[in-house]
């Protein structure tokens, strides 16, 4: 990557929080030449100087040094909405499905993101054995359409349309069909770097 492209997401990140280039020096403690140069292309980027923008400007290091180009918002069309992925939920240990999830991504195209928002249907399955999975993170869930079933820990929660739950991903869960119906819900992951 070039340092002008370096220089021009400072920039348009810059400018999109209504920022001056001086404001900017002010909230990473440089000089404001350092920021003028950068965003010119006039100074080749070194590691400090980067790490104290990307902080004072909100974003990790690598929304600076990714090829992605994309630094603004994604909007995703309800007819751009495509099948990203589609997997069964199941366990070769145990036997374990808790039905089959398909999974809509809403936010393809954005740059360094650090969550992943999706719309997903739940095709039901007549499992009895259920398996639990742990990963860093949080998860939020939002019922759209059908009940969905959420293992947590020891408890179980059921979701009806409208119904939402936010909870820590560290702790063993699953989300499942309910009593053998179809569900639709908006799911959005945070997995930490």
């Known amino acids: 990557m070039s340092k002008n492209a370096i ?24 000089n404001v030449k350092i920021i003028n140069d950068l965003e010119a292309g006039a100074l080749a980027p070194s590691l400090a100087p980067l790490i104290k923008i990307t902080r004072a400007l909100g974003v990790r290091l690598g929304t600076l040094l990714d090829d992605d180009e994309n630094l603004g918002p994604v909007v ?18 145990t ?14 195209g954005k740059a360094a993101r650090h969550m992943e928002p999706f719309v997903i249907t739940l095709e039901p399955n007549e499992a009895k054995e259920h398996v639990l ?6 998860e939020f869930l939002y019922a759209l359409d059908g009940p969905v079933e959420i293992a947590y820990g020891k408890d179980v929660y059921v979701l009806q349309p409208g119904d939402s739950i936010y909870y820590d991903s560290i702790v063993p869960h699953q989300v499942r069909s309910y009593a053998s119906e179809a569900a639709r819900f908006l799911a959005v992951v945070y997995t930490p770097i």
């Not at 220089?7 to 440089?30: F, M, N, Q, V, Y």
């Not at 036997?95 to 393809?108: P, Q, R, V």
Request: proline share 2%; with cysteine; aromatic share 4%.
């Open 7 to 30: 220089g021009s997401k400072i920039t348009e990140l810059r400018e999109a929080l209504l920022l001056s280039p001086e404001e900017l020096a002010e909230r990473c403690d440089c």
């Open 76 to 93: 995703t069309r309800a007819a751009q909405s495509a099948v990203t992925a589609t997997t069964r939920l199941k366990s070769l240990e």
């Open 95 to 108: 036997h374990s499905d808790a039905g089959e999830l398909i999974f809509y991504a809403l936010a393809e």
């Open 133 to 138: 999975s742990a990963h860093e993170g949080e």
